[in-house]
Each structure stands twice: as structure tokens, then as C-alpha cells.
Nanobody
Framework: QVQLVESGGGLVQAGGSLRLSCAASGRTFNDATMAWFRQAPGKEREFVAAIGRTGGTFYYADFVKDRFTISRDNAKNTLNLQMNTLKPEDTGVYYC????????????????WGQGTQVTISS
């Protein structure tokens, strides 16, 4: 089992920045592929970014490339998402997810989920 707790969400103006964090506990964190997903009101949950076990491989959705950076600290069991140049369309609930396998870009591939943190971008 893995427990995931997100933090760092909030309300910011367009063009601003936020840093999300996900604290993991339970099964060995550095064995897990980690990812961020988000869900906007009335829309399906969508992939944002993923990172491999060692932090050496990254995957990003096209709509966040060059604006968001995913990282992990295996010594602290923490996953991060630095979000810059935020847009109103980035508004949604952001979820941290984990799986024990190679990175995948669909939410059905992830076994463990946090409760989510709300991100709201005002125009």
C-alpha cells in the first residue's frame, strides 16, 4: 500500500506560479513511477506529467511542456510539480498517483491516488 497526500494548491492570477507537493508513505517510494493528473470541472481526469523511479525519465502532456516541471526526492519520499506561467485553463483538482511499473500516461494504469489539491487560476 502507498498513501499519498498532496499539498500546495491555491488561488493565483494568470501568469503566476504554484508548487505542488505529494508526500508518500508506505511501500518503498523509490520503487514507484509517480505522476500528476488533473480534473477540471465537468471534464475527465487528464494526464499532466510522470517521472520514472530514479527521476531520470520524464513525460509531459503537450499543454504543460515548458511551463511545468515534475521532480522527485527519493530521500524525502516527495513528488513535486512546479507550475509556471499558469493559465485559467489550468484550473482543476490536481492528483498525485503512483504505480509499481514503467511509466504510463493513462489514469487507469495507476494504482494509488491522493485526495487531490485544488488549483484555481484567475484571469
Amino acid at each position: 500500500q502507498v498513501q499519498l497526500v498532496e499539498s500546495g494548491g491555491g488561488l493565483v492570477q494568470a501568469g503566476g506560479s504554484l508548487r505542488l507537493s505529494c508526500a508518500a508513505s508506505g511501500r518503498t517510494f523509490n520503487d514507484a513511477t509517480m505522476a500528476w493528473f488533473r480534473q477540471a470541472p465537468g471534464k475527465e481526469r487528464e494526464f499532466v506529467a510522470a517521472i520514472g523511479r530514479t527521476g531520470g525519465t520524464f513525460y509531459y502532456a503537450d499543454f504543460v511542456k515548458d511551463r511545468f516541471t515534475i521532480s522527485r526526492d527519493n530521500a524525502k519520499n516527495t513528488l513535486n510539480l512546479q507550475m509556471n506561467t499558469l493559465k485559467p485553463e489550468d484550473t482543476g483538482v490536481y492528483y498525485c498517483a503512483a504505480r509499481f511499473g514503467l511509466p504510463v500516461l493513462t489514469d487507469t494504469g495507476y494504482e494509488y491516488w491522493g485526495q487531490g489539491t485544488q488549483v484555481t487560476i484567475s484571469s
